[in-house]
């Protein structure tokens, strides 16, 4: 079975950090996309990030870039989340998924599994 283990979140006060980790089994990890979409309250569910099999990667939300980075490691079969300079409009529930192939998409139809999710709170 194909399963994503979300880790990482947690409360914390604006301008900390946080690294997310998804740990990935079932499947050729290596051999797919995979992106961290995140969910606030009242809100569609929206792309963050993403990293293709080669390693390139693309930011979806142009508020992230420069204080997230999107990383994998295919010998722990994980993808991480590494965010910085946290603000409160970051608050939500952070999943991963894995991609139908290689690449990175915004459309979360695209994604075959998903992680639980991780709450993130950023908060004073």
């Known amino acids: 079975d194909v399963q994503l283990q979300a880790s990482g979140g947690g409360l914390v006060q604006p301008g900390g950090s946080l690294r997310l980790s998804c740990a990935a089994s079932?499947?050729?990890?290596?051999?797919?996309?995979l992106g961290w979409f995140r969910q606030a309250p009242g809100k569609e569910r929206e792309g963050v990030a993403c990293?293709?099999?080669?390693?390139?990667?693309?930011y979806f939300a142009d508020s992230v870039k420069g204080r997230f980075t999107i990383s994998r490691d295919n010998a722990k079969s994980t993808v991480y989340l590494q965010m910085n300079s946290l603000k409160p409009e970051d608050t939500a529930v952070y999943y991963c998924?894995?991609?139908?192939?290689?690449?990175?998409?915004?459309?979360?139809?695209?994604?075959?599994?998903w992680g639980q999710g991780t709450l993130v709170t950023v908060s004073s």
């Open positions: 079932g499947f050729t990890f290596d051999d797919r996309g």
């Open positions: 998924a894995t991609a139908s192939d290689r690449m990175c998409y915004s459309n979360t139809r695209r994604y075959d599994y």
């Open positions: 990293i293709r099999r080669s390693g390139s990667t693309t």
